[in-house]
């Protein structure tokens, strides 16, 4: 959930870049692109959670402990895996929406103001969204790393059951 506003952010951005008021167009343009949001940092999570358990498991059956660099590893694997599927998830939608943007006939003013919080917030949402989650993912499970008591229980669960 910590993908929203990093898409609401560039939706409001390029909502005031562009002159528009907020309306109920402008909020359904919002609701769309934090459905979208939510649900490719659902996926960024997934991919990264498989690369680290895969490698937790590799590490594991080996008998030698999880190391940051270890840890380093599973996000550059994740995040590669993912960045074709996140571009072209976002390249559909930017097509999609453009068309919309320059668009000049009958109730076009009403679908502009839909399609820009979606085109700000896709453009920003790219931009910093694969950072942020492998940052977090470095951040929590490189704190488990060093400090294991200090760890979530079901992170510590999950060691000690694999």
Request: hydrophobic share 55%.
């Given at each position: 959930?910590?993908?929203?506003?990093?898409?609401?952010?560039?939706?409001?951005?390029l909502l005031w870049w562009l002159g528009f008021n907020l309306s109920v167009a402008v909020a359904v343009g919002f609701i769309?692109?934090?459905?979208?949001?939510?649900?490719t940092g659902v996926v960024m999570l997934i991919y990264l959670?498989?690369?680290?358990?895969e490698?937790?498991?590799?590490?594991?059956?080996?008998?030698?402990?999880?190391?940051?660099n270890d840890l380093h590893e599973a996000i550059?694997?994740?995040?590669?895996?993912r960045v074709r599927p996140k571009m072209m998830?976002?390249?559909a939608i930017m097509a999609g929406l453009l068309p919309i943007m320059w668009s000049s006939g009958t109730g076009s003013e009403v679908m502009q103001r839909i399609a820009v919080p979606m085109i700000g917030g896709m453009v920003s949402y790219n931009s910093?969204?694969?950072?942020?989650?492998?940052?977090d993912l470095r951040l929590g499970e490189g704190a488990a790393l060093r400090w294991p008591r200090s760890a979530p229980s079901f992170m510590r669960e999950a060691e000690t059951t694999t």
């Open positions: 959930m910590l993908s929203v506003p990093f898409a609401l952010v560039g939706g409001l951005w769309a692109l934090a459905g979208v949001a939510a649900e959670d498989h690369a680290l358990t490698l937790k498991a590799r590490r594991l059956a080996e008998g030698v402990p999880l190391t940051r550059m694997k994740g995040a590669v895996e998830t976002v390249a910093f969204d694969a950072r942020r989650h492998s940052c």
